[in-house]
């Protein structure tokens, strides 16, 4: 999150992410987001909560950060 890259894809063997560092007007405030704009999850792996999984760590690490989904596959 510190470094001057914007978006990037991240992936591994179960999953590919596209996220992208924003911010966002919220009532009258520019706030930091994390957008998770594309996600792929392998599609025997569905339903066993990695998405979940995947949420809880942001927020545990970036917990200034706000995170909006935009596309879930």
């Known amino acids: 999150m510190n470094s001057p890259t914007k978006n990037q894809y991240i992936n591994d063997d179960n999953m590919e992410i596209y996220v ?16 998770i ?18 949420i809880k760590h942001i927020m545990d690490k970036y917990p200034d950060k ?3 989904v935009e596309s879930i596959l």
Not at 20 to 33: A, C, D, G, H, V
């Open 20 to 35: 992208r560092k924003s911010t966002r007007l919220i009532e009258k405030q520019m706030l930091n987001f994390i957008d």
């Open 66 to 68: 706000n995170i909006f």
């Open 37 to 54: 704009a594309n996600i792929n999850i392998d599609e025997s792996l569905r339903g066993q909560g990695i998405f979940t999984t995947l």
